[in-house]
């Protein structure tokens, strides 16, 4: 079997979609409900109608797009991403595996291949965490990781919730018929930019992605005395930005110390009040991602981070307290997925390697209900969530090969 992509289109449809923007081209801006979130659905919907291709959205707007096979008594195989954008964001990032997923599709049937299972390409709902500061909340409903009381809890900054903001899109309906069975799909599989440098740097084309890191998510408060900055004698003083700057050192010695470079940390935001230059801080809000792909050691940190926090509450007479947003688990790709993409990468002469994905995707999700694996392809220098993301149209060509191999592959029933 060939398989040939349209590169030209393929081109010019991630290029079409780019356009699509609340902000400043070459910056992509796509906020999960926008008009220009809408917009960027209806183009997608459009191009699969015209590729032949049946079309359904559930309630909170994941969109399910199916080739349908001669055994519907299968389950069928998917694969899919997202196409909502962080603010001045790059044009790749989740489009990769939306479109290239339609283009290995077409790809196939251009090739006269018929599938026995029916292939389903997803395009996720509000993978990035722009709007509700949850990221996959599409696939975190679909595979029960998320239940159906985020309709009311999940709120955006404006204070709108999620079921009024999905209702005002036009996607209606209660959560709960959002969540579908283990077994629903028979193997999931992402293609998608690496967003690290390891694959560009060891001119590799293809990464087979083994595992996918779980992050915790959680907010530290630090609450002190404030004070008049030359009031205040430095011997009376429960400095709450010293104490948070004492734990952020903490949180980086403690996750250098795990035993592993796979554990990793970010303390991303550091609200300080009042904010004045002349007066103590009284009170300060850490922002932190933990995340590891071992999700044992990534709750002992957790704890060891907590542990330090309280001794460095009572050594500088301070109140600290934390407030988890999440825990994920990581997830593990199925031997059985890995082994197709690694025989697609053989048909094709790619040569490959086996990577970690240390970003969560929407296959972290997928893994619940179905074998999963993803697809990586490389990025100029590692680089993503920026408007300069760029991945080589030769990369992605050779990704969507790949991929539409896995498909043929994983939908023949056996």
Avoid at 176 to 190: C, D, I, K, M, N
Avoid at 214 to 219: D, K, V, W, Y
Avoid at 220 to 240: F, N
Wanted: charged fraction near 25%; aromatic fraction near 4%.
């Amino acid at each position: 079997m060939k398989i040939e992509v349209d590169a030209e289109r393929l081109a010019r449809e991630i290029d079409e979609l780019a356009a699509i923007t609340d902000a400043e081209p070459p910056a992509v801006t796509r906020v999960v409900f926008t008009e220009q979130d809408l917009r960027a659905r209806a183009w997608l919907k459009e191009r699969c109608s015209d590729a032949g291709l049946t079309i359904r959205e559930d309630a909170v707007g994941n969109t399910f797009i199916r080739w349908e096979g001669p055994r519907s008594d299968l389950p069928p195989v998917a694969t899919g991403s997202h196409i909502d954008a962080i603010p001045n964001a790059g044009k790749f990032d989740g489009v990769v595996g939306v479109l290239g997923g339609l283009e290995a599709i077409r790809a196939l049937r251009r090739s006269g291949f018929v599938p026995e299972r029916s292939i389903e390409l997803i395009q996720f709902t509000a993978e990035e965490p722009t709007r509700f500061g949850v990221g996959c909340i599409g696939s975190r409903l679909l595979s029960g990781a998320l239940g159906p009381d985020a309709d009311d809890a999940l709120r955006a900054s404006d204070g709108e919730s999620l079921r009024t903001a999905r209702t005002r899109a036009g996607f209606t309906g209660e959560l709960e018929t959002v969540r579908l069975p283990h077994g629903r799909y028979a193997a999931f599989v992402e293609l998608h930019i690496e967003q690290g440098p390891i694959l560009e740097r060891e001119g590799i084309p293809i990464g087979i992605v083994t595992n996918i890191v779980g992050p915790a998510s959680f907010f530290i408060t630090v609450e002190g005395l404030g004070g008049h900055a030359g009031g205040v004698l430095m011997p009376e003083r429960h400095d709450a930005l010293c104490g948070a700057a004492e734990l952020i050192v903490k949180i980086e010695a403690l996750v250098q110390g795990s035993g592993s470079t796979d554990t990793v940390a970010t303390v991303g935001i550091c609200e300080v009040h009042p904010g004045a230059i002349n007066s103590i801080p009284s009170r300060v809000r850490l922002g932190v991602d933990l995340r590891d792909t071992d999700g044992k050691r990534r709750d002992r940190v957790l704890g060891e981070i907590q542990s330090a926090a309280q001794e460095i509450a009572q050594q500088r007479k301070l109140q600290i307290s934390t407030q988890m947003l999440n825990a994920d688990e990581p997830a593990a790709s199925s031997p059985e997925v890995l082994a197709a993409i690694a025989r697609g990468c053989q048909e094709e002469g790619l040569q490959s390697r086996r990577i970690v994905a240390r970003a969560y995707h929407d296959s972290s999700f997928m893994a619940l209900i179905a074998l999963m694996a993803m697809i990586f392809i490389p990025c100029r220098k590692g680089v993503s969530h920026r408007p300069d993301e760029y991945a080589a149209l030769e990369h992605i060509v050779g990704g969507v090969k790949v991929l539409a191999r896995t498909l043929a592959e994983l939908s023949s029933a056996h």
